[in-house]
């Protein structure tokens, strides 16, 4: 159990709708960072908040935002879904700013757009 | 910008027999390697890094790394596979003056007994 804890495990919607995943970074650390991953793509980073502010942006789509609460977890939204964003969604958190090595990833939230 | 690659989709390898999962990079400045392991329906799990010193990096179930910079290179070891060793792992790069952590496709470890 790496300490972090992403809801729902899976969730099933519709072209079009809108969802939130969260994630619970492991006590203590103040990054959270988020990842997609699909078959054709791989393992993308999204979006990366230290102590609820945005630290660095990858290749997330204008339809998806994040934000890092004052308690530190944090939540991914993602809007007028598509088929292509079926995907496992992951958070990963880590104590430092600077990402030195080690993150802990949650075990992700599988989304599937039908 | 920075990339990994893991030319080998899956590599397969007898239990018992020493494996190899290849990795290559590109970074600039002086790069930070890791290693990550996913199990089925799990997510990724640190391995072994690689920040500077010594070329061979030791790390987690018996796994070690060799940096080459001439190669660009990062590839992942074991003397011995284990049927448990079987899952995907992930090699991730980044330079040491940033954030963001590049994974690379990932490879798929099949240990055979």
């Known amino acids: 159990d790496s300490g972090v804890t992403q809801t729902p495990k899976h969730l099933i919607t519709a072209t079009g709708q809108r969802v939130t995943l969260r994630c619970s970074p492991r006590?203590?650390?103040?990054?959270v960072y988020w990842y997609q991953q699909s078959l054709d793509q791989g393992l993308q980073f999204l979006i990366h908040y230290y102590n609820g502010e945005e630290r660095a942006k990858g290749n997330i789509l204008e339809r998806f935002s994040a934000q890092q609460f004052p308690d530190l977890h944090s939540e991914l939204n993602l809007s007028s879904l598509e088929l292509g964003d079926s995907a496992l969604y992951f958070c990963?958190?880590?104590?430092?700013?600077?990402?030195?090595?080690?993150?802990?990833f949650g075990e992700g939230s599988r989304l599937t757009v039908l | 910008a920075q990339s990994v690659a893991q030319p080998e989709d899956q590599v397969n390898v007898a239990e018992g027999n020493p494996l190899t999962v290849k990795c290559t990079y590109s970074v600039s400045g002086n790069p930070y390697l890791f290693w990550y392991v996913q199990y089925p329906n799990r997510g990724l799990q640190f391995l072994l890094k690689?920040?500077?010193?010594?070329?061979l990096v030791k790390g987690s179930y018996g796994f070690e790394a060799e940096f080459n910079k001439s190669q660009t290179s990062f590839h992942l070891k074991k003397p011995s596979a284990l049927v448990s060793d079987s899952a995907l792992y992930f090699c991730?790069?980044?330079?040491?003056?940033?954030?963001?952590?590049?994974f690379g496709g990932g490879t798929r470890l099949m240990v055979k007994p």
């Open positions: 006590s203590g650390d103040l990054s």
């Open positions: 991730a790069a980044r330079h040491n003056a940033g954030n963001m952590l590049t």
């Open positions: 990963a958190s880590s104590v430092m700013d600077r990402n030195t090595g080690e993150l802990f």
């Open positions: 690689y920040i500077t010193g010594d070329n």
